[in-house]
């Protein structure tokens, strides 16, 4: 096979790095030249690339699941709390409402401190309830995606406002059997 010569300038830092590579290979600078232009125009050629790319690739999309798992659990646990809490709450008489903001003020702020301790520690709710939940029921992520099969079991009974004492903890319940 005839070869064409070629006349290529080179910066400096580069060209004392394609030396002293040179020299690690005995002198192919040709070669060199010729694996390094090979690699770049015909990529598919170059054993081993598609490979990693298709690892890398693959734990990219591990990854991406991740994420768009967690983002699922948060979006939909958020959404029920908001249905949950608005069907709970009764309006407040207008006399109490400045107090209530002043209370809901000093809340959010204890809220705000515990959400960046928490990310300051690297360590999240969702993992806590997601390994609790794997622990205790494993077989619930294996049910159908929407809650159908879950309507069949005993949801907890949830205290009312009446059952709860000032402090916001649970009172003895009115029945013995704690499902008034």
């Known amino acids: 096979m005839s ?13 004392r790095k394609f030396d002293l590579v040179a020299q690690q290979r005995l002198g192919a600078k040709s070669a060199l030249v010729e694996e390094a232009l090979r690699a770049s125009l015909e ?3 170059c054993q081993g690339v598609e490979d990693a790319f298709a690892r890398r690739l693959d734990v990219l999309n ?11 659990i948060a979006t939909e646990t958020l959404a029920l709390f908001v249905r949950y809490f608005l069907t709970i709450s009764p309006p407040l008489p207008q006399s109490e409402q400045e107090p209530a903001r002043l209370l809901g ?11 960046g301790r928490r990310l ?9 309830v ?4 794997a622990a205790n029921e494993p077989d619930l992520f294996a049910t159908a995606s929407n809650d159908a099969p879950l309507r069949h079991r005993s949801a907890p009974r949830v205290a009312s406002v009446s059952e709860l004492k000032p402090n916001g903890t649970k009172s003895t319940p009115p029945s013995g059997d704690g499902h008034g």
């Open 130 to 133: 997601l390994e609790t939940i």
């Open 105 to 115: 003020k000093e809340r959010f702020q204890v809220f705000v401190a515990q959400v």
């Open 120 to 128: 300051a520690q690297d360590h999240r709710l969702v993992s806590e």
């Open 43 to 45: 990529p598919q050629q």
């Open 3 to 15: 070869k064409k010569r070629y006349t290529l300038y080179l910066s400096r830092p580069l060209a």
């Open 62 to 72: 591990r990854a991406v699941a991740t994420v768009a798992r967690d983002v699922a």
